[in-house]
């Protein structure tokens, strides 16, 4: 999509502070960030929204998913679990869909968003 912000930050033509990058996907800091950390992971192919997605984007959504975890654990954020129920830190993760969902940019992403509280708006 020629006119989709985040179609040109994968394409590197703005830039972004990136922190992981492969093939389908790139995860940058959002630049009006929630809490201490939030990212954003974005598939390099554009798909405008969450419900916009089917079987075929299966296994990108899953790459997401399990990306958040390591992602946040990497930015500091991660949940460090007893395996009991209890533990510490940890993060939220978000998918925004279509104007009542809060959605601004229509290519899909999941924000992670995570560090020790309080957060802006505590969302
Ligand atoms: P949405 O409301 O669509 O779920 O979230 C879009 C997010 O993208 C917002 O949190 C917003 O701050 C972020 N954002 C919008 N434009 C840019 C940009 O040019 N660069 C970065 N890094 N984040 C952006
Ligand atoms: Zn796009």
């Not at 800091?29 to 809490?35: F, K, T």
Request: hydrophobic fraction near 35%.
């Amino acid at each position: 999509m020629t006119d989709c912000i985040f179609c040109k930050i994968a394409a590197k033509q703005i830039p972004s502070k990136t922190v992981y990058e492969d093939d389908d996907v790139i995860v940058f800091h959002d630049i009006n960030p929630a809490a201490p950390v939030h990212l954003l992971i974005v598939p390099k192919l554009h798909v405008p929204s969450l419900a916009e997605c089917s079987d075929q984007h299966q296994a990108l959504l899953g790459k997401m998913m399990l990306l958040a975890p390591k992602l946040a654990a990497e930015q500091g954020c991660g949940y460090v679990t007893n395996g009991d129920g209890t533990g510490s830190g940890g993060f939220k993760t978000l998918f925004n869909t279509g104007p009542d969902g809060g959605q601004e940019v229509y290519h899909l992403h999941l924000h992670v968003i995570g560090g020790p509280r309080p957060w802006r708006g505590q969302r």
